[in-house]
């Protein structure tokens, strides 16, 4: 960085920098919608990179001239995958999960995994397992005691309807999943490629 370059024009520099990132962030709102989970992590990085022009010093303005995008982008470190809270999906069906039931899923699967619960809930079944498992949604569902034929027909369709619609869906974000080098390990976007 050419160290006599104008404070004003680094500073505004840096800012159209902020203003495209923030551009492209609520275009991208725009697409998936306000209200999805995608929504609400572009919301928290757009009011992120709103802070960051606030504040704007020389080193930072710098910084983030000099990386470019990167800078911008190491301000905005995806978290890691946020998950599905194991204990509140316990709490909401009690009788239905194994005390040792093992959950472990994406957020962006949430809906999917809700609509699978409440299509066994009136079924004589325990859910056992409902984890990440070869990039889909797998579920395990037992008999509480003998299976019932009905019940079982139930329990494998949900199955395997869960298992095919968790493989179109993003488990980071719950948009459409995309394809990439890592689709045979993980279902994601393609924003979301790398997210564990
Ligand atoms: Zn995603």
Known sequence: MDPTIPPAILFGLARDILRN???????????????TPEGARLTKEISTLVD???DLDEATAK????????????????????RVDAAEIREHHPRLLADDAQVW????????????????????????VAREHCAGLHLII?????????????????T??????????????????AEGPWSRYRTRCAE?????
């Open 105 to 128: 899923v994406g957020a962006g699967w949430r809906g999917i995994l809700d609509e699978a619960l409440a299509a066994v809930k009136d079924r004589d079944v325990l859910v056992r």
């Open 192 to 196: 979301h490629g790398e997210v564990r």
């Open 52 to 54: 960051l022009g606030k």
């Open 142 to 158: 037992g008999p509480k005691a003998d299976w019932l034929e009905t019940d079982f027909d139930v329990a494998a369709e949900v």
């Open 21 to 35: 990132e923030m551009g492209k962030r609520i275009e991208q709102r725009r697409s998936v919608g306000r209200d």
């Open 160 to 177: 395997e309807r869960t298992w095919s619609r968790s493989l179109q869906v993003c488990e980071t974000c719950g948009c459409p999943s």
């Open 63 to 82: 910084q983030i001239i000099a990386a470019g995008r990167a800078a911008v982008d190491s301000k905005l470190m995806p978290p890691k995958m946020a």
